[in-house]
């Protein structure tokens, strides 16, 4: 068998959506499970939909994602040009070569004429009427300098059939496939023709994308056969819905890398949960590295229904790289997000760090996440209630009447002092230390939910913001 080959190939329309990035891994996977190459091609004919710096945002997400290329525009390779525009002479040349097989033929057809062969319905269906031109009449309107397209002519009767990797049997009568252009007015060939030659001239072996070509595959295939060229193999993957009926769009913009990046996701992660969107793997192993990913990937896992884009899996899943980050790495990645907190300048960011990293899913949760420890402010004395700990006001203004001079006198102030005061404290009232904690967390933060306990909490306001804070929870107590 001929060493596989694989392709991604993006058009540059801007950023990068998770079905593209889909398609690149699952491509990428394929080939290098198979001792491959993975090949990069842009494909920039359509020159409206052309946005500057696109490429750069597909190197970009690409390298984050650890997806590499063997052959690509910066890559080079044996089979360049990579980019469409640069190919054109020689989608030209190949269309010409059709003229002559009268596999295609030129069309000089207005827009005009195009727009009335408008069914009831409102679909236009090209009528072959440019094929019954004579070869004078061609010459002619070509010197002339009309203007024309090349269109593909396709079959009337049988049928076109192919074989899907994921999908099985696919075959479609001829009669419904249209003359489709090939190369269009400007010159440049439609996706419908490019895809075609260059997949060809870069021996591609096996085509992975999404399954809006699935039915156009068959159009493909006679292009194929036309030239006398081996057809490679398909692998149609089902659209990422957004939820039952509505499919994942290009404008959700929530459904683009750099917008999962800037919110704090991994991209580790967020490769992971997208293999996991359409491809199930055998055991129940949710977690995957690349290289576990390239062991694993079976077209047989791939899916014939589409897959919902489930956000609070990928969270959940990007908590769990979160959970095993080095600390240093944790907060390298973290500090952005302590920076647009309202902790900035104030409290000290590697302390939050250390509670937070195994209660935060995405990064994006610090900034709410520490907002508490600024919002100390009266407090209804309910706070206090702890039904379990047998704590009441009255108990709380105990602890506090206590422990407060003795955590005035402190002059060590760390978590191993604060733990010694606290448990002191309790032994002369004579209660459990869990009372204590609990009252001493209360009054210094005003919430009774927070990450980390008292001692933390007391760690982080330092010794001044903490007394000034127990004074206060006390003076309302007694009110
Ligand atoms: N340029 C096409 C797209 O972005 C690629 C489809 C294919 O992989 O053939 O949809």
Redesign the pocket.
């Known amino acids: 068998m001929n060493k596989v080959r694989t392709r991604?190939?993006?058009?540059p329309t801007g950023f990068m959506h998770v079905g593209?990035l889909r398609?690149a891994l699952y491509g990428f996977l394929f080939a290098r499970q198979n001792n491959g190459s993975f090949i990069l091609r842009i494909?920039d004919t359509d020159l409206e939909r052309y946005v500057e710096g696109a490429v750069d945002v597909i190197y970009s997400t690409l390298k984050q994602s650890g997806i590499t290329f063997d052959e690509g525009p910066n890559e080079g390779g044996a089979y360049g040009p990579y980019v469409q525009s640069e190919r054109r002479d020689i989608y030209l040349q190949y269309a010409l070569e059709l003229v002559e097989k009268k596999a295609a033929y030129y069309c000089f057809c207005d827009k005009e004429r195009l727009d009335g062969l408008a069914d009831a319905t409102g679909i236009k269906r090209y009528d072959k009427h440019c094929l019954s031109l004579s070869e004078a009449e061609i010459a002619e309107r070509l010197a002339r300098g009309d203007k024309y397209v090349i269109r593909q002519n396709m079959p009337t009767t049988g049928f076109s059939e192919y074989d899907d990797m994921v999908f099985g049997h696919i075959s479609v009568p001829n009669e419904e496939l249209e003359d489709q252009v090939l190369i269009k007015s400007d010159g440049m060939p439609t996706?419908n023709f490019a895809?075609v030659i260059d997949d060809h001239l870069m021996a591609i072996t096996h085509?992975i994308?999404?399954n809006e070509?699935l039915s156009s595959t068959p159009k493909y295939n006679l292009l194929y056969q036309s030239f006398g060229w081996e057809i490679p193999k398909y692998m149609h993957l089902t659209p990422i819905m957004k939820d039952e009926t509505r499919k994942l769009s290009k404008r959700h913009g929530d459904a683009n890398f750099d917008d999962f990046i800037r919110k704090g996701y991994l991209p580790e992660a967020i490769v992971n949960y997208i293999a996991l969107l359409g491809w199930s793997p055998k055991g129940t192993q949710e977690k995957f590295t690349m290289a576990e990913l390239i062991e694993h990937f079976d077209v047989k896992g791939l899916s014939k229904s589409s897959s919902i884009f489930d956000e609070a899996k990928m969270k959940w899943l990007n908590g769990e790289y979160i959970k095993e980050l080095p600390f240093a790495k944790f907060m390298e990645l973290a500090t952005p997000f302590f920076e647009q907190s309202a902790i900035k300048g104030i409290y000290d960011y590697q302390k939050f760090g250390k509670l937070l990293q195994s209660r935060i899913e995405i990064f994006n949760e610090i900034p709410e996440k520490v907002e508490f420890i600024v919002n100390f402010q009266k407090f209804d004395s309910e706070l206090y209630q702890n039904k379990k700990l047998k704590i009441d006001s009255e108990v709380a203004k105990v602890v506090l009447e206590t422990i407060n001079p003795l955590m005035e006198k402190m002059d060590v102030w760390n978590e191993e002092s604060l733990h010694q005061v606290i448990i002191q404290t309790a032994e002369e009232l004579a209660l459990k230390s869990g009372v204590v904690y609990t009252v001493l967390r209360v009054a210094l933060t005003a919430t009774n939910i927070t990450p980390g306990g008292s001692v933390e909490m007391a760690d982080i306001l330092g010794k001044a913001e903490s007394i000034r804070r127990l004074r206060l929870s006390l003076k309302w107590l007694r009110e």
């Open positions: 991604f190939a993006p058009s593209n398609s494909e996706y895809n085509v994308r999404g070509y």
